[in-house]
Nanobody, 117 residues
């Protein structure tokens, strides 16, 4: 059982920045994939960014060039640096720790990000 705890959300004006953190109870080196997702009110949860064990990163088009995902293996931390925030980035942000044997994803409780115009 992997427990994840997100933090760092809050209220920010458009154009501002926030850094989200996700602390894992187990070594993140055991995760095949580490992702950030978000869910806005009334919408489905959507994928935001991914980082692999080899530090390869990919991003949703909507956040590319504004958000940066990173990891700290020594401290079992996952981060999401969010710059140039827009009101449409308002959502609850979740980290996910995915393993492959068996295929399963662990989720945190989420952290609220609100961007005012």
């Amino acid at each position: 059982q992997v427990r994840l705890a997100e933090s760092g959300g809050g209220l920010v004006q458009a154009g501002g920045s926030l850094r989200l953190s996700c602390r894992a109870s187990e070594s993140i080196l055991s995760a095949n994939l580490l992702d950030w997702f978000r869910q806005a009110p009334g919408k489905q949860r959507e994928w935001v960014a991914r980082i692999t064990t080899r530090d390869s990163t990919t991003y949703a088009d909507s956040v590319k060039d504004r958000f940066t995902i990173s990891r700290d293996n020594a401290n079992n931390m996952l981060y999401l640096q969010m710059n140039s925030l827009k009101p449409e980035d308002t959502a609850v942000y979740y980290c996910r720790y995915a393993i492959s044997a068996p295929p399963y994803g662990y989720w945190g409780q989420g952290t609220q990000v609100t961007v005012s115009s």
